[in-house]
């Protein structure tokens, strides 16, 4: 399995934008089909984000579509998660997580038992 390191969060004001990203060790990034959760104390972790491993294609959540973007860098081994038009509920930690050759409709259905999962990067955002 790969090792996964989040980074980029931050406190930012409603409306502006910051970029996650998420660091891959190992040299199997390639296969897999990465995701961005998010969870908010006292509330289920919520899926975000998904790519396909070949980059081919992606999936978002209702709250983010049209505002957030997910790409994946194999030559870096990286997985980025740009979120533009920030709002107060956006405020969360983010976690990265991955699977080799996952469809990546599965994804959203994916918990801490399957994959594996970073440790968080905090994002706040102030009104």
């Known amino acids: 399995q790969v090792q996964l390191v989040e980074s980029g969060g931050g406190l930012v004001q409603a409306g502006d934008s910051l970029r996650l990203s998420c660091a891959a060790s190992g040299d199997t990034f390639k296969t897999y089909t990465m995701g961005w959760f998010r969870q908010v104390p006292g509330k289920e972790r919520e899926f975000v984000a998904a790519i396909k491993w070949t980059g081919s294609s992606s999936l978002y959540s209702d709250s983010v579509k049209g505002r957030f973007t997910i790409s994946k860098d194999n030559a870096k081994n990286t997985v980025y998660l740009q979120m533009n038009s920030l709002k107060p509920e956006d405020t969360a930690v983010y976690f990265c997580?991955?699977?080799?050759?996952?469809?990546?409709?599965?994804?959203?259905?994916?918990?801490?038992?399957?994959?594996?999962w970073g440790q968080g990067t905090q994002v706040t955002v102030s009104s």
């Open positions: 997580m991955g699977d080799p050759y996952a469809l990546v409709d599965l994804i959203p259905t994916m918990n801490g038992d399957f994959g594996s």
